[in-house]
Nanobody, 122 residues
Framework: QVQVVESGGGLVQPGGSLRLFCAASGSIFSINAMAWYRQAPGKQRELVAGISSLRDRTDYADSVKGRFTISRDNAKNTVYLQMNNLKAEDTAVYYC???????????????WGQGTLVTVSS
């Protein structure tokens, strides 16, 4: 069994910063990729940023380029999302997704966390 847990959300003023944390644990042989998604009220879930194990390639939504940075610590099975210059439209529940190879079966599995709320408001 594999679990993903996020933390670091909260209330921040426009222009402020937050750092989100996501840790994967359990029966993991390897982690291929990790990504952050977000879902605002009344909107579909969207990809914010992703990082793969292949040379740590990163991808970002256009709306967050230059403001958000995704990074990972392979030894800790952890991914971070540094969010700077936050805007009201960044308000959403942020979810972490890990694409892992399960130790017992060597099969790919996508695992989602429970989400962490980020509110940008004055």
């Amino acid at each position: 069994q594999v679990q993903v847990v996020e933390s670091g959300g909260g209330l921040v003023q426009p222009g402020g910063s937050l750092r989100l944390f996501c840790a994967a644990s359990g029966s993991i042989f390897s982690i291929n990729a990790m990504a952050w998604y977000r879902q605002a009220p009344g909107k579909q879930r969207e990809l914010v940023a992703g990082i793969s194990s292949l040379r740590d390639r990163t991808d970002y939504a256009d709306s967050v380029k230059g403001r958000f940075t995704i990074s990972r610590d392979n030894a800790k099975n952890t991914v971070y999302l540094q969010m700077n210059n936050l805007k009201a439209e960044d308000t959403a529940v942020y979810y972490c997704k890990a694409t892992v190879v399960v130790a017992e079966t060597y099969r790919y599995l996508e695992v989602w966390g429970q989400g962490t709320l980020v509110t940008v408001s004055s």
